[in-house]
Structure formats: structure tokens, C-alpha cells
């Protein structure tokens, strides 16, 4: 189920970010985002997922912010 979606900065652009939520595999709460955003060569998709009880907020914004 989405739970979010909006608009970020990659890369100095405007980008797409959809996370979602729901139940995984092994019955874990799951968290997943992709985020669209203008690559070197055309269009790109980032696409992260952990169990909720695992993700870092912190640490995917860290690493959205350092894509070059």
C-alpha cells in the first residue's frame, strides 16, 4: 500500500519518491521506496526495502543526498 509519495532533489532535479508499505515473506512489516530521478544517460530507478524494525530513515537520506 503507498504510503507517501512526493517530490525530492536528486542530483540538483526534481525526482519522484513513492514509498509503500506492507507485509513480507517471512509475515515482517516491509517498507519499500523508489525514487525516480534523471540518471547520467536518461531516466533511473532507485528501488530500497527492509523490514520496517530495520529502516533508517536517516541513513536513506543520507545516501539519496549523495548521488552525484
Keep these: ?30 517498507r519499500q521506496m523508489n525514487v525516480i530521478f534523471q540518471g547520467n544517460d536518461g531516466p533511473a530507478l532507485l528501488n530500497l526495502g527492509a523490514p520496517i524494525a530495520q529502516w533508517n530513515q536517516a541513513e536513506v537520506d543520507a545516501m539519496l543526498a549523495s548521488i552525484q
Excluded at 519518491?17 to 506492507?22: K, L
Design 1 to 30: 500500500k503507498v504510503v507517501s509519495q512526493d517530490e525530492i532533489t536528486v542530483r540538483g532535479l526534481t525526482a519522484r519518491r513513492v514509498v509503500s508499505e506492507g507485509i513480507n515473506s517471512v509475515n515482517q512489516p516491509y
